[in-house]
């Protein structure tokens, strides 16, 4: 009985016209010859004639043929062959066809049946190929969910009405701001090119730049405080945040908001720090971790207020964190730069539960800076090469701090060469001027007005406005032949002083007095961090604060507040590769992830289907890619596609 298919209970109707077939019959697939048994397994075929009665081929089925009275029929169409399945039934009596369907012309069962079942089974021809962001868009997004980022912003800013919550659309604004920064309006057509389309239960009709402006008005400076207070406690004790130091420094970012707009008292005329005078800017205060420089606290103020006043402001702000967040540890050193030195705000230090690094200016302290080379000790052995160290005892704002002052050698070539260069400018400047007023005395340029010593005297002052410019070159201004007379002199032993006495060195001080001269110099290091942390939100391609297209204060506090989040999910991001051996730049990585594709092929709906199938699928990735995919598990956020 091998390679046997028996059919049972089906009448099958040859080509010969009149008369059908009610036998049971075998079908000797080696033999290709029909012969009748009497016993036989119950399993059900279609069987195939020609003309001549033989059998042309057999193929098992399954529910659809089971039923009695169940037949096979050919229609002739137009000198044409064609068959139907079909199943007759007696209604009231009278015989009635209840179901049937189309098997199609002879060869086309031929082929059907022929053909190996992964052809036959073959999806058709795609229709298109719908690619989206997947790799950063999932890691980040995970990183959120972790955080229970949207949960904590509902929280304290519950959802009014239907349709998505605020902690959704602050969310989305997020992510994008980590990514792909762009205005609210052209959020929704970003939200439909990533995996965030899938995943999260929003449609881009949702995100209009309406929808999120009057979600945006119902987070108060209350509310962001709350939000950020409670989302720092749960990083800082699910993800492990060493707080042994902290740093604090302030920044300030430019805007484009009109001159006569009257709505934003943050948006102000001041120094701004990207060199943008005729524009107004908002000040951004940052405290961030050395570790990994993970945002803990943020505060916007006027533009025009400077460092030292802002940190004084915050100092009762900084110690709720601080208890906040530290559960029980006992010292924690916040680190600041020279630019937030006041003596309230070491007073304010004094007071709170913070110890302190700090740095001095060097030029008010002469003293510090004449001490012999001799009297330096260095710390090659001590793993910082090309370092050497003073140490003492010196009154700072009238309290007695211990003091270091260090030189490496390495910040002393780098400035050396920086200032060599301005010299050279100057140089070429001061050697073209003379030539031009010579040239005026000669008779040999005649047009133009003539120069006034006045104003040859403003244009040399306004070339030697740089940092040391007026100590290194001697300059003198007469009057010759009706003609300003230039003349100039580099003043070799001041350079010489400027060598010996600042370049390359630093005066650093602190209250931790036990702490060994490596680790105050080390702590003091780790003030790069908030520096990083603010040159990646000035960035225009990564967690930019710019374009902010927001004018009022309430809306401009939002934005920086979805800023300095987006900081906090990239820089979790990099902390969380570092502890699995993958160590890259914030850009880096995003760039890397962000070549991760999602592709879903669409297909046209099949026979008896209403909507199309789609199948997902990655794009090729690198080894850095798939490395980054595989640390970061995001086969997970794949595997809910299919």
């Not at 001061?430 to 005297?457: A, C, F, V």
């Amino acid at each position: 009985m091998e390679n046997l298919l028996i059919y049972n209970k089906i009448s099958i109707s040859p080509e010969r016209q009149g008369g059908t077939l009610s036998l049971p019959f075998m079908y000797d697939l080696q033999n290709m010859l029909p012969s009748q048994i009497e016993k036989y397994p119950k399993i059900p075929f279609i069987a195939i004639f020609d003309s001549q009665r033989k059998f042309l081929l057999t193929k098992q089925i399954a529910s659809c043929m089971t039923y009695n009275m169940a037949s096979i029929t050919k229609k002739m169409i137009r000198g044409k062959p064609y068959y139907y399945a079909r199943e007759c039934k007696r209604v009231n009596g009278k015989p009635k066809i209840v179901w049937q369907r189309y098997l199609g012309r002879p060869e086309d069962i031929i082929n059907a049946m022929t053909r190996g079942p992964s052809e036959a089974e073959a999806m058709p021809k795609p229709k298109e190929a719908v690619i989206v962001e997947f790799g950063a868009v999932a890691a980040l997004y995970d990183l959120a969910k972790r955080l229970e980022l949207s949960e904590h912003i509902d929280r304290h800013v519950p959802k009014q009405g239907q349709g998505p919550t605020v902690g959704e659309y602050l969310l989305v604004a997020i992510l994008n701001r980590c990514v792909a920064p762009c205005s609210k309006s052209s959020i929704a057509t970003w939200f439909q090119s990533t995996l965030l389309r899938r995943i999260m239960a929003l449609n881009s009709g949702q995100l209009s730049s309406q929808r999120f402006w009057e979600n945006m008005d119902r987070v108060t400076r209350q509310a962001i405080e709350s939000i950020e207070r409670d989302i720092t406690i749960q990083m800082v004790r699910d993800f492990t945040i060493d707080l042994k130091q902290v740093l604090f420094d302030g920044t300030n970012f430019f805007t484009f908001i009109d001159t006569f707009n009257d709505r934003s008292t943050l948006a102000q005329r001041g120094k701004s720090k990207e060199g943008r005078r005729a524009l107004r800017i908002v000040g951004l205060a940052l405290l961030v971790s050395a570790d990994f420089h993970v945002p803990l606290f943020h505060r916007t103020y006027p533009g025009n207020q400077a460092d030292a006043p802002t940190f004084s402001s915050l100092t009762e702000e900084l110690v709720s964190r601080y208890r906040e967040i530290t559960h029980g540890a006992e010292h924690v050193t916040i680190i600041f730069d020279k630019g937030n030195n006041s003596k309230d705000n070491l007073q304010a230090i004094e007071e709170s539960p913070y110890h302190f690094i700090g740095s001095l200016v060097p030029t008010q302290h002469p003293d510090l800076l004449a001490i012999p080379a001799r009297m330096f000790r260095p710390l090659d052995e001590e793993g910082l090469p090309g370092v050497q160290v003073y140490r003492c005892q010196r009154e700072v704002f009238k309290a007695q701090r211990t003091v270091l002052v260090t030189y490496n050698e390495n910040l002393f070539v780098a400035q050396s060469r920086t200032l060599l260069r301005e010299i050279a400018k100057r140089q070429t400047l001061l050697r073209q001027l003379q030539h031009q007023l010579r040239r005026h005395r000669d008779g040999k340029i005649r047009r133009g007005s003539s120069p006034t010593q006045e104003g040859l005297s403003k244009k040399v002052q306004g070339w030697l406005r740089a940092r040391h410019m007026k100590e290194l070159f001697q300059v003198a201004i007469s009057q010759s032949e009706g003609v300003p007379k230039l003349a100039y002199r580099f003043d070799k032993r001041a350079w010489e002083r400027l060598q010996t006495t600042l370049l390359g060195k630093t005066i650093l001080f602190t209250d931790n007095d036990t702490w060994s001269d490596v680790k105050i110099i080390r702590g003091y290091r780790s003030q790069h961090h908030v520096e990083t942390a603010f040159r990646r939100m000035k960035d225009c391609h990564h967690i930019a604060l710019r374009p902010q297209y927001h004018w009022t204060d309430q809306k401009i506090e939002v934005h920086v507040f979805c800023c300095v989040l987006a900081l906090m999910l990239c820089s979790l991001l990099r902390r969380e590769l570092h502890r699995k051996g993958i160590d890259r730049s914030i850009p880096d990585l995003l760039d890397e992830l962000g070549g991760i594709r999602e592709v879903g092929i669409l297909y046209p709906p099949q026979e008896g289907q209403e909507v199309p199938t789609i199948q997902i699928a990655l794009s090729q990735m690198s080894d850095e890619q798939r490395t980054l995919y595989k640390a970061l598990n995001l086969e997970r956020y794949c595997s809910q596609a299919v």
